[in-house]
């Protein structure tokens, strides 16, 4: 069974940064893509980035960037000059298109 587990959130002061990570209990080529999702208080879950593992660009939205080590299973998500907007519930979603695997999330606090 597919298991993915995300840690690195925390609290942090306007214009910090935090490093999240995703790591997979299987290869990470054996996905579509494997994204980190954002779910601020009250509000859809959103696309931050995606790692696209079929030749397709990734994609990352704002000040973020991400990156895979394919070696570990893991996919990082790199954020600085946070904002309070940032501020939520980070999850990573491993799409392998039939199904996507949920980690249970990472929460982060950006004061202001």
């Known amino acids: 069974q597919v298991q993915v587990v995300e840690s690195g959130g925390g609290t942090v002061q306007t214009g910090g940064s935090l490093r999240l990570s995703c790591t997979v209990s299987?290869?990470?080529?054996?996905?579509?893509?494997v994204g980190w999702f954002r779910q601020a208080p009250g509000k859809e879950r959103e696309l931050v980035a995606s790692?696209?593992?079929?030749g397709r660009p990734d994609s990352v939205k704002g000040r973020f960037t991400i990156h895979r080590d394919s070696a570990k299973n893991t996919v990082y998500l790199q954020m600085n000059n946070l904002t309070p907007e940032d501020t939520g519930v980070y999850y990573c979603?491993?799409?392998?298109?039939?199904?996507?695997?949920w980690g249970q999330g990472t929460r982060v606090t950006v004061s202001s």
């Open positions: 299987v290869s990470i080529f054996e996905f579509n893509s």
């Open positions: 979603g491993a799409n392998e298109l039939s199904k996507v695997y």
């Open positions: 790692v696209n593992l079929s």
